[in-house]
C-alpha cells in the first residue's frame, strides 16, 4: 500500500465510524421549551367552544339535531342528489378526498373538512362567510353545488319539517309558491325573486337563515379528535418516533409551518399567498381580495338584519382590513388535525401529496399573482421525509 | 495498489456526502434568548428580530412632540383575537393630549405584509388616554405597531415594536 492510499483508508474508516455514530444516536431528550410548544398546539389547549353571538340556537341541541337532518337531505337540491354531506362526507373527515367539490357540477375549491370548523373566525377558503351559518347558505345556491334557491328552502322547510322548524323558531308564516326564486340565481329565478313584495322576500330570507344556523348548530358538535401528537405534548414521550420527533423540531423550528399552522387546530385562521399555482392564466381566483367586498355587504354577515349578535359582537367584520391589494391569492390557513387522510392538497387540490406540499413549501416559487410570503427552507431530503411522518402524527 | 486508490476516494466522497446531507439529526432546537417576551418558548420557530431592536413601550415620536406609552387592556391577551390596547399621550411637556386625531397602521417588517385589521384609535375615560381597538397579530414574531398623532395644528408619528409569541 502506498503512504496515500493508507491515508484515505484510514480516512475511510473514520468516516464511515462517524456515520455509524450519527446512526446510533437517538434523538435529543424533548426539552421543557419543546413540551412546552408541543401543549400550544395540542388539544390541552383548545379552550371551551366560544359561543356564536350572531345564532341564537347555536348551542341548542334541538336545532342541533335538525341541522343534522338537514345536512343530510338531499331533497334541498334541484336534481335531489345532494346534501351537503355529499361533499362533507362523514367517513372521510366531511371532506370528499376530491381536488374539487362535486355537486351538480364541479366548483372551483377543494371541499374543507368540518372538524372544529365552529372555531373559525371566517369561512370558506377566502373568508367570504364571516360565520358558520353564513356559510352555510352559499353551497345551497351555488349552480355546481346544490343549485337550489332560499325560496324552495323555505317551502320544504314548511313541508318536511315545519313541527322541528316551529319549535325553535315560532310560526312558520304563508309563503308564496315562486318555484325556484332568489336574488342570487339564473335569471329567471332572479326574476321571481324581484317580483316578490319586500315582506315576501325577508320572510324568505329569514327562514332561509335559519335554516342554515340549525345546520350550523349541528356542524359545531363535530370536534378534532385525540391523536399522536395529542397523546406526546401530554407528556407520552414514546407516543412519535425519533423521526417523528424530528419532524416535530422543523416543524415549530427550521421549516416555520407554526408561524402560520399555530394554536391547538394548527392555524392562524388567516389568510396567506403562498405561492399556489393557478389552473388558469391570468388566475381566476383572487382568494381573500375576491372576498372582501363581499363579506362586508353580504345581508348574512354579522351585521345584517338575519344576524342575532349585537353589533360590538362582531369585531372580526368590524376591523377588517379592507384593502385588497395584500390579499391577492391569499387563502385560509387550513387546520392540520388529520391531514394525512386528507389529500390532496391546497385550495383546489393542485398537490397530491404531503411530500409534495413540503417541497412546495421548500422551494418557495412565486405563484402567478400576488404577493408570495414564504422563502425557500432548504431542507435536506432527510428533513422532508421527517417533517412529512410528523404530519401524519397529527 | 494504485488501483484501490480510485474506488477508496469515490468511497470516501460518496460517505461525506451521505453523512453530511441526509444523516444529519437535528440539534436541540436552539433557544434564542429574546428579550422583551415573556415565557420558555420563544425563539422556536419565529425568526430573530433585529440585533438592538428597541422594544420600548414607551417612546418620544419622531419629531419629539409627544410622548406615547402602550399597553395591553389585558395583560393576558390573546394575540390573535381581536383586541384592544391602552395607549397614554402626552406632550413634550409632558401634559396630557386629549382630542387627537390617531391612525393606527402597522405590519411585520420581516414578512413584508400589513396589520390584518384595521384599528380604530378611540377616546379614553383620562385626558390623554386612548384605546386602541380592532388589533389582532395573526403570526408570532416581530410587528411594528405605527400611531399617526394629529393633535391641533402638531402632526408626528412614532412606531412601536412587539415581539409577540
Redesign the interface.
Known amino acids: 500500500?502506498?503512504r496515500?492510499?493508507k491515508i484515505?483508508?484510514a480516512?475511510?474508516l473514520l468516516?464511515?465510524a462517524?456515520?455509524l455514530f450519527?446512526?446510533m444516536?437517538g434523538?435529543?431528550p424533548v426539552?421543557?421549551?419543546?413540551r412546552?410548544?408541543a401543549r400550544?398546539l395540542s388539544l390541552i389547549s383548545l379552550p371551551p367552544l366560544p359561543p356564536d353571538p350572531s345564532n341564537a340556537v347555536a348551542d341548542d341541541p334541538r336545532a342541533a339535531a335538525l341541522g343534522e337532518a338537514l345536512f343530510n337531505d338531499t331533497g334541498f337540491s334541484s336534481n335531489g342528489a345532494v346534501a351537503c354531506a355529499t361533499c362533507h362526507q362523514p367517513d372521510k373527515q366531511f371532506q370528499d378526498g376530491l381536488p374539487l367539490g362535486r355537486g351538480l357540477g364541479t366548483t372551483a375549491r377543494r371541499t374543507m373538512p368540518l372538524a372544529g370548523v365552529a372555531r373559525d373566525a371566517w369561512f370558506f377558503w377566502d373568508g367570504r362567510a364571516d360565520s358558520l351559518w353564513a356559510q352555510a347558505l352559499g353551497p345551497v345556491e351555488s349552480a355546481v353545488e346544490h343549485d337550489f334557491t332560499r325560496a324552495e328552502v323555505a317551502r320544504r322547510i314548511a313541508a318536511e319539517y315545519r313541527a322541528p322548524y316551529e319549535a325553535l323558531f315560532g310560526p312558520l308564516p304563508d309563503l308564496p309558491e315562486t318555484g325556484p326564486a332568489s336574488p342570487l340565481g339564473s335569471e329567471s329565478a332572479r326574476a321571481r325573486w324581484a317580483a316578490l313584495a319586500p315582506a315576501q322576500q325577508q320572510a324568505i330570507n329569514r327562514i332561509f337563515a335559519n335554516f342554515a344556523k340549525s345546520i350550523a348548530a349541528y356542524e359545531r358538535t363535530i370536534a378534532p379528535q385525540e391523536t399522536r401528537f395529542d397523546r406526546f405534548a401530554a407528556g407520552d414521550a414514546g407516543a412519535l418516533s425519533p423521526e417523528e420527533l424530528?419532524g416535530f423540531?422543523?416543524f415549530?423550528?427550521?421549516a416555520?409551518?407554526?408561524?402560520?399552522h399555530?394554536?391547538p387546530r394548527m392555524s392562524?385562521?388567516?389568510f396567506h399567498n403562498t405561492g399556489v399555482k393557478s389552473p388558469h392564466t391570468p388566475p381566476t381566483d383572487h382568494g381573500r381580495a375576491g372576498a372582501l367586498a363581499r363579506v362586508a355587504s353580504d345581508p348574512f354577515n354579522c351585521l345584517g338584519p338575519y344576524s342575532d349578535a349585537a353589533p360590538e359582537d362582531c369585531?372580526?367584520l368590524?376591523?377588517?382590513?379592507?384593502d385588497p391589494a395584500?390579499f391577492e391569492r391569499a387563502f385560509k390557513t387550513p387546520s392540520l388535525r388529520g391531514v394525512a387522510g386528507r389529500a390532496p392538497y391546497m385550495h383546489a387540490g393542485q398537490i397530491r401529496t404531503l411530500s409534495g406540499v413540503v417541497e412546495h413549501y421548500n422551494r418557495a416559487i412565486p405563484g402567478p399573482s400576488g404577493?408570495m410570503?414564504l422563502s425557500p427552507l432548504n431542507l435536506?431530503?432527510?428533513?422532508k421525509a421527517a417533517l412529512v411522518a410528523f404530519l401524519k402524527a397529527l | 495498489?494504485?488501483k484501490?486508490?480510485l474506488p477508496?476516494?469515490l468511497?470516501?466522497v460518496a460517505?461525506?456526502y451521505?453523512?453530511i446531507?441526509?444523516?444529519?439529526?437535528?440539534?436541540?432546537?436552539?433557544?434564542g434568548g429574546m428579550s422583551g417576551m415573556s415565557?420558555?418558548?420563544s425563539g422556536?420557530?419565529?425568526?430573530p428580530a433585529p440585533a438592538g431592536l428597541d422594544l420600548a413601550r414607551k417612546r418620544r415620536s419622531d419629531a419629539g412632540l409627544f410622548v406615547a406609552e402602550i399597553a395591553p387592556q389585558s395583560p393576558d391577551f390573546d394575540r390573535?383575537t381581536?383586541h384592544a390596547w391602552r395607549l397614554t399621550l402626552k406632550d413634550a411637556a409632558g401634559n396630557p393630549v386629549s382630542g387627537a386625531e390617531i391612525k393606527a397602521d402597522g405590519g411585520m417588517p420581516q414578512?413584508?405584509?400589513?396589520?390584518?385589521?384595521?384599528?380604530?384609535v378611540t377616546p379614553g375615560a383620562e385626558p390623554g388616554q386612548y384605546l386602541i381597538?380592532?388589533l389582532?397579530f395573526?403570526?408570532?414574531?416581530w410587528w411594528e405597531l405605527r400611531l399617526d398623532v394629529a393633535a391641533g395644528a402638531q402632526h408626528d408619528s412614532l412606531t412601536f415594536n412587539l415581539m409577540l409569541e
Open positions: 500500500m502506498t496515500g492510499a484515505l483508508l480516512l475511510a468516516a464511515g462517524g456515520w450519527w446512526q444516536r434523538p435529543a426539552s421543557d421549551s419543546e412546552a410548544m400550544r424530528r423540531r422543523l415549530v423550528g427550521k416555520h409551518c407554526v408561524n402560520c399555530n394554536g392562524d385562521d388567516f369585531a372580526e368590524r376591523y377588517m382590513a379592507r395584500p404577493h410570503e435536506t431530503s432527510g428533513e | 495498489m494504485k484501490i486508490l477508496l476516494a468511497l470516501l460517505l461525506a451521505f453523512v446531507t441526509k444523516q444529519m439529526r437535528p440539534a436541540p432546537a436552539p433557544m415565557g420558555g418558548m422556536m420557530a419565529m425568526q390573535n381581536i414578512h413584508n405584509h400589513g396589520l390584518p385589521t384595521r384599528p380604530e381597538r380592532g389582532r395573526h403570526m408570532p414574531g
